[in-house]
DNA sequence: TAATAATATAACATAAATTGCATATTCCGC
DNA sequence: GCGGAATATGCAATTTATGTTATATTATTA
């Protein structure tokens, strides 16, 4: 029961929820994103994914100077189902919708490979 | 955002998990029969079942000396679904097993109303 | 109304989580 | 190899959550 509320207590804060929710949206975001979208400094972006990937819920890959987080696939269904439902509830506050006002107006980045075209 | 952090905060302790999972199985119980079914104390679980209170999870009756709990209707979707997910993981868990024995094996109570037939 | 059962709350101690700041570490381009 | 960008980590302070024990509250019954 332990694993099951480090996934719950994974999915109780607001930077992680929205964190969550943009990674819905967008796929794969690397943290200077999360950090420009989410208005939030560095080293605080950094300890909350890494908590989200100590617990598997994300993954992270390098590419280059950047680190890319996604949602992680391979996870027991009722925990995806909680992302899916904690996605749900994010995306519904306004402050998600402000996140991603801030993610489409950052500054252009170096290119770099992405999963998915922006 | 913080509506949903505080959902997710109170689904993230094993005895709220477990109980909730008992409530989903039981319908109704109330703070005895939890306390018995958890092998906890009895003000631990009072307070646990505060905190599902508190944000909606559960509500509560009472019914002579008895305070009876169950799982909340009235929530988002969203909420439902984060539940569902919470028992679906719970149930699955060697301790929920326990937690079923321990409430069979309830010595008998005083008859009380019922929501459902035990 | 006294005794008892069920539940809630208060007070206190302890453990976890969160944050900000400073500092490593890793990688790239020059 | 050097400088800069991106990311991670360590530390100390603060906040938040949890557990235990004692006590208060509410309802029942004799």
């Known amino acids: 029961m332990e694993y099951q509320a480090a996934i719950f207590t994974a999915l109780s804060d607001p930077i992680r929820l929205r964190s969550l929710a ?36 994300v993954t992270d890959r ?9 949602l992680a696939a391979d996870i027991p269904q009722w925990v995806k189902d909680a992302v899916t439902a904690a996605v749900a509830g994010a995306t519904q506050d306004y402050l998600h919708a402000e996140d991603v006002l801030r993610l489409k107006s950052m500054p252009a980045r170096t290119p770099r490979k992405r999963a998915s075209g922006v």
Chains 1, 2 share one sequence.
């Open 22 to 57: 943009l990674l819905a949206r967008e796929g794969e975001l690397c943290v200077c994103e999360l950090t420009h979208a989410l208005a939030a400094n560095q080293p605080k972006i950094s300890k909350h994914m890494a908590a989200l990937r100590d617990c598997g819920l």
């Open 62 to 70: 390098r590419d280059a100077q950047w680190v890319l987080y996604s």
